[in-house]
């Protein structure tokens, strides 16, 4: 059995379905008593996890969060960030260690805000986390799941770039402005941008599943990051409609705060080197390719 938090996400419902489409006995995590067969509950008034629930589990797949990108990042807003990642997890790693026949493998999203506003260098999943808060977030989120590893869980934490799907997160916000011909570069449009397909986002975690080698950090990027000028000349291409209206960096401030920053503006140019390295087969490699599959 697998389960699954966060299966009601863009990542999570697709690897819900893609879990029952191979016949596998998947459950999802809720934060309430458990209504269904398929379910599995962890309530936040308790402090550990139901045994006879979680008998028979192989491997524990979390990506639940607070959206980060869903409003501007007040104070309320960045603990509910912070408390849903960090708090949330050491609680489950906790309760998976306490089992007395606990499941192999935990697989718990992360992201690149790990590594912070970089430039041009290239970060491999060895480079140290940057500053500001979504590093320090990425950094506590990560240790976390800390009883887990001492309680001899495989632990790995995917460091998801920008995920690419027209039915959510970013891409889907910028199809109709792009649509309509007012696309344009965010800022410089010299930042990175390390992106990955929702196909490559759910097939990393199959893979994850499967080879017991992996552990620790992955960047679930593709191999190619693009600049956001690079980016939004490949969508414009895609959707065949100009990109002549671009939105200064400062404009960006005053229109998203603190999180135009941290999410629009900054630079992370990262290497999927441990998948690589794994033999990892990408469904899409390059943006061009990928647009193309997702837009038609």
Sequence with gaps: MIVVTGASGMVGSRLFDTLRSQDRKV????????????????EETRADLRPSEWDGCEALVHLAGEN????????????????????????????LARLRSPPGVLISA???????????EVLSEDAEPGQGFL?????????????????????????????????????????????????????????????????????IILF????????????????HAATNREFTRALGRALHRPTLFPMPAFAARLAFGEMAQDLLLASTRVEPVRLLQAGYPYRHRTLDETLAALLG
């Design 27 to 42: 459950r999802r995590l809720v934060r309430r008593a458990a209504k269904n067969a398929d379910e599995v509950s962890f």
């Design 68 to 95: 980060i990108a869903s409003g501007r990042w007040t104070a309320a807003k960045k603990e509910a960030i912070r408390h849903s990642r960090v708090d949330f997890t050491r609680r489950l790693a906790r309760g």
């Design 110 to 120: 992360s992201a690149i805000g790990y590594y912070g506003d970089r430039g041009n």
């Design 135 to 203: 590093p320090e977030v990425c950094v506590e989120w990560e240790a976390a799941a800390e009883a887990a590893r001492e309680a001899g869980i495989r632990v790995v934490h995917l460091r998801y770039g920008v995920l690419l799907s027209p039915r959510g997160g970013a891409l889907a916000r910028m199809l109709t402005p792009f649509k309509l011909g007012l696309g344009g570069v965010l800022g410089s449009g010299e930042q990175y941008m390390s992106w990955l397909s929702l196909d490559d986002a759910v097939g």
């Design 208 to 223: 994850a599943l499967e080879e017991k080698g992996l552990q620790g950090p992955l960047n679930a990027v593709s191999p």
